[in-house]
């Protein structure tokens, strides 16, 4: 080889990798989580050890591919592609990286599912939301969102027959009443420090109408930071319950006879620092997208058999596709403009914290894109119940059956999620619809309260 010399590349340190390493030996953190949602809607992951992490932050975790076929009640389906054979990488966001307060000792960062030579996965739900941002910059736009949550707080009972613990709420008072603030009281400050510790900022908290609802929204993000906030969010309701012996369920109807769960979803869209939702034009065109998608779209936003418990007219969760100005019957609600600006947001109310927030944010982008493209009309603002006008409006889906079948049928949707993904989230969804076909009320309560 005569003179030549061999030379060895030696990599740089990440100085974010660094900081996260430096971050989890002054916290004393020993189990980092890399957590994801799944076609189920059901956050799961694997968690790495603090003597491993260095490595594990590039490499990720080895996961079965199979994990993407499996439903909300740990049955795996039979999706070609998603079986016993095969792997991907956990592969965490160390930008996403949060120490969990309710849970001394973990920390938590969100993951991407990667294939081994460290490409994207094509049924990764947070693949698919980033993909969708990049398309909207493409188009010069940016998207900014919060996801508004309710949920129910309370007890488990042992049930005197052996059966599944019975719920028992908090307490029994009334929607916004100050004394639901001071029943709450101990677990509500607990939770606000573990979620502004996290770095989600609490805008507003009230007791709401059911017996131990809650309310409690935390501030807009861009798109990929609200879809994840709203992962950290979920997480963070239950373990503080946890922590307290308590119960939280987001579920959407976790109580038969009382209200249900939303997850409410704020919408702005931005062009060069500026709300072009200001422009009624863009806006109604952003609208008409929503409202032409929503039968599909509602299969992602509302993605659960115990969803459609919720949605329904005169119940505030929307029961007809229609838009309107502070309208919250309207599945499109044109949010009051703030201050003098003229600059307003778009809230979609058919959304609650059983779907997963990356392919419903995502879906969302792409609906509200085909709007602009097409130029799509809105129609008519609706200024009244939609229900005080029987036969003029277009129904919501009424069962889960229903919306995955306009989601099958939806050709951008469906192009959009791109062909595993697509096959995986339908059979998932149909083997949960057909799995609680077959039981009764109680075994769908129950289960949408365990997983969510």
């Known amino acids: 080889m005569g003179d030549r010399q061999s030379v060895t590349r030696v990599r740089q340190p990440d100085p974010a990798v660094n900081r996260i390493l430096e971050r989890a030996e002054i916290d004393g953190i020993e189990l980092i989580r890399f957590l994801y949602a799944d076609h189920g809607g059901v956050i799961r992951g694997k968690a790495a050890s603090r003597s491993r992490l260095a490595e594990r932050l590039e490499s990720g975790i080895g996961h079965t591919v199979a994990m993407m076929a499996m439903n909300m009640l740990d049955q795996l389906q039979e999706v070609e592609q998603l079986g016993p054979v095969g792997e991907v990488r956990l592969v965490?966001?160390?930008?996403?990286?949060?120490?969990?307060?309710?849970?001394?000792?973990?920390?938590?960062?969100?993951?991407?599912?990667?294939?081994?030579?460290?490409?994207?996965?094509?049924?990764?739900?947070?693949?698919?939301?980033?993909?969708?941002?990049?398309?909207?910059?493409?188009?010069?736009?940016?998207?900014?969102?919060?996801?508004?949550?309710?949920?129910t707080l309370g007890r488990r009972l042992p049930d005197p027959d052996g059966g599944p613990d019975r719920l028992l709420p908090l307490d029994d008072t009334l929607c916004y009443a100050a004394t639901g603030f001071d029943t709450a009281h101990d677990y509500t400050m607990r939770l606000i420090h573990a979620l502004e510790k996290q770095g989600l900022q609490v805008e507003h908290y009230h007791p709401e109408l059911g017996p131990g609802q809650q309310e409690l929204s935390v501030h807009h993000a861009p798109a990929l930071r609200a879809a994840d906030n709203h992962v950290l969010y979920r997480e963070t309701v239950r373990g503080v319950a946890v922590r307290m012996a308590m119960w939280a369920s987001l579920a959407p109807k976790p109580l038969a006879d009382q209200a249900g769960n939303g997850a409410h979803l704020h919408l702005s869209l931005w062009r060069e620092g500026r709300n072009v939702f200001a422009d009624d034009d863009v806006r109604g065109w952003f609208i008409g997208g929503l409202l032409a998608h929503l039968p599909a779209l509602t299969a992602l936003t509302c993605g659960s058999v115990n969803s459609f418990r919720r949605l329904g007219p005169r119940m505030w969760s929307s029961g007809y596709a229609v838009h309107g100005p502070d309208n919250r019957e309207a599945a499109v609600r044109v949010c009051s403009p703030l201050g003098a600006t003229g600059e307003t947001n778009l809230e979609l109310k058919p959304s609650d914290s059983s779907a997963n927030p990356y392919l419903s944010l995502g879906a969302v982008i792409h609906a509200g894109l085909d709007g602009l493209r097409r130029k799509l009309d809105p129609g008519e603002a609706v200024t009244v119940d939609p229900d005080t006008e029987p036969g003029r409006h277009p129904r919501l889906p009424a069962t889960l059956t229903?919306?995955?079948?306009?989601?099958?049928?939806?050709?951008?949707?469906?192009?959009?999620?791109?062909?595993?993904?697509?096959?995986?989230?339908?059979?998932?969804?149909?083997?949960?619809?057909?799995?609680?076909?077959?039981?009764?009320?109680?075994?769908?309560?129950?289960?949408?309260?365990?997983?969510?």
């Open 92 to 151: 965490p966001d160390p930008a996403t990286f949060v120490p969990l307060p309710y849970a001394p000792g973990a920390a938590a960062m969100m993951a991407d599912q990667r294939q081994a030579d460290g490409s994207p996965w094509g049924a990764c739900p947070r693949t698919f939301l980033k993909d969708a941002i990049t398309t909207l910059e493409t188009e010069g736009y940016t998207l900014v969102a919060a996801f508004e949550p309710e949920f």
């Open 402 to 452: 229903e919306a995955l079948d306009a989601l099958e049928a939806d050709e951008v949707l469906m192009a959009a999620l791109g062909d595993l993904r697509a096959r995986a989230y339908l059979t998932v969804k149909r083997s949960e619809a057909a799995a609680f076909g077959e039981r009764d009320a109680a075994f769908e309560l129950y289960n949408h309260v365990r997983a969510f």
